[in-house]
């Protein structure tokens, strides 16, 4: 049996370097959902998302997942389709018009679901591009996650707020409104 690289215990911030197996990990998982959301008469546009997406960038080993429905579709059928391939829903998680899910035991995977060509959806794929074409920001940025992980290696909810500085200063420069 193979180890996978990805899982996260709750509750932990813990960093793993970059590792190039990520993006196929991400193409299997999108071709492992889409027969189930075939199956549902659905589609959704999914986009590796995070820092597992940016290569060299050291990421928390959970790889996150932007699944983009069709504007103008309400959430309900895709919330049972992801429900239905293994996924488990946690709600908007505090970020309006955002659908959260997670699978894997310890959590390997996460999804958000937002509406296709919203704000959040400019801002998921503005980010990740603008670190994939600036290698200095990327690298500031895992400097950033670094020193977090390692002050707060207990509190998810203060390593990403601390992250939102320098996560709102990108975002501005690659001319995308915060909200």
């Known amino acids: 049996m193979t180890h996978s690289p990805l899982g996260l215990e709750s509750g932990t911030v813990r960093l793993a370097p970059y590792d190039p197996a990520w993006p196929g990990l991400f193409a299997a998982e999108a071709a492992r959902l889409a027969p189930v959301l075939e199956a549902h008469g659905l589609s959704l546009r999914l986009e590796h998302v995070g820092s597992t997406s940016v290569p060299g960038l050291a990421a928390k080993p959970v790889l996150d ?78 400097a950033l996650k670094a020193a977090l992980a390692a002050r707060f290696p207990r509190d998810r909810e203060t390593y990403t707020e601390s992250k939102a500085p320098f996560i709102t200063e990108i975002l501005a420069r690659a001319a995308i409104p915060e909200s």
């Open 65 to 142: 997942i932007l699944a983009g429905r069709p504007p103008g579709e309400g959430p309900e059928r895709h919330i049972a389709a992801l429900v239905a391939a293994g996924y488990d829903h946690r709600g908007e998680q505090g970020i309006p018009g955002r659908e959260f899910f997670r699978r894997g035991t310890p959590r390997s995977y996460h999804v958000h679901m937002v509406e296709v060509g919203s704000p959040q959806w400019r801002r998921h794929l503005a980010f990740r591009d603008h670190l994939r074409a600036h290698p200095e920001d990327a690298a500031a940025y895992s």
